[in-house]
């Protein structure tokens, strides 16, 4: 027995000393055990416990480390120090890259809230002057609203969206609009709060322009975040109908191939399933869409990598098309 003591493997991480505290529990609620905790182990346990709980409290203190160096900025200014400095621009870079890792634990996003960080970030470095903290900001701002509706209510109440869209409509650096539009994603998904301030700003407009830039990340992300709200928010369709939104997509789709154009089609269906206007524009023949998805479809067969952008092709050709036979999809005509 003591040399099974011996040959105990102990947890290496939180996870574990918590299902051992559990299974602890459990053993003493059941039947005795036949081996009962020894001091050794309990002593680990403890000790374990208390460096977790210290871990959790040093990372504290690193986000008010990181904090202190982006206040140092607004300092200078008030002291009249020159802006620009290259070794203070990579020391406040390197603070928001530590604050975004911090924070995609929720527990330290939510004291970020608490300890002021947001509201300086926010203020301060979402519009700066340098590209790198600005899209560094976006980022940390979408580190910390992931599923987390306490920071989203935060960052909505501060005024963090508008300044997003803003950026991600016009900056003139694309790393700024595609992190932009990521923070953007992360406040309006599954955000009712959030889906309303997007749509008092335009934001499907915005979507429309972003599928239409040079930049493959921002058009597939602009689609992606498209498709996702007209699946969660069919309220939505007629508005977005209204704006022509159909007959964009569609010329959006003879532009050169692009995987993209998979959730372009994805949002196409989702416009015209229950939605008759965006079914009349959908079969509106100056289009051209039944001749255009044949032959899409046509280019898409035999190609796994391309099965959802078939399956989103021949599904949407079925609904407005559907008094042509179906079985002639991919075939010459």
Known sequence: ??????????????????????????????????????????????EALAEACKGQMDEVE??????????????????????????????????????????????????????????????????????????????LIASCAQNMPQVQDHLLSIGALPKLLQLTDSDPHLTVRVKGLYAVSC??????????????????SLLMRGMQSDSEKLRTKSAFLLLNLLTSHPEQKDAVVSMGMAQQLISVLRTPHSPFHEHVLGALCCLVEDCPQGLKDCRDPSLGLDELLRQRARELQGKEES????????????????????????MDR
Request: hydrophobic share 35%; aromatic share 4%; charged share 30%.
């Open 62 to 139: 690193q986000m008010k480390q990181c904090l202190a160096v982006l206040c140092k900025e607004g300092m200078n200014e008030k002291e009249g120090e020159e802006e620009g400095d290259e070794e203070d621009e990579d020391e406040r870079e390197t603070a928001l890259e530590m604050l975004s890792e911090l924070c995609e634990n929720l527990d330290n996003a939510r004291d970020l809230v608490t300890l002021g960080g947001l509201d300086l970030c926010v203020s301060q470095y979402l519009c700066h002057t340098q590209s790198g903290l600005r899209w560094r900001t976006a980022q």
């Open 307 to 330: 099965q959802e952008e078939l399956d989103f092709c021949e599904r949407l050709r079925s609904m407005c098309f559907r008094g042509q036979p179906s079985d002639d999809i991919g």
């Open 187 to 204: 406040l309006v998904r599954e955000q009712e709060a959030g889906l309303q301030a997007f749509l008092s700003h335009d934001g499907f």
């Open 1 to 46: 027995m003591a040399e099974n003591s011996q040959n105990r493997r102990y947890p290496q991480n939180l996870q574990g000393i918590l299902q051992l505290a559990v299974d602890a529990g459990s053993a003493a609620e059941g039947p005795a055990p036949a081996e009962p905790m020894s001091e050794e182990r309990k002593m680990w346990l403890r």
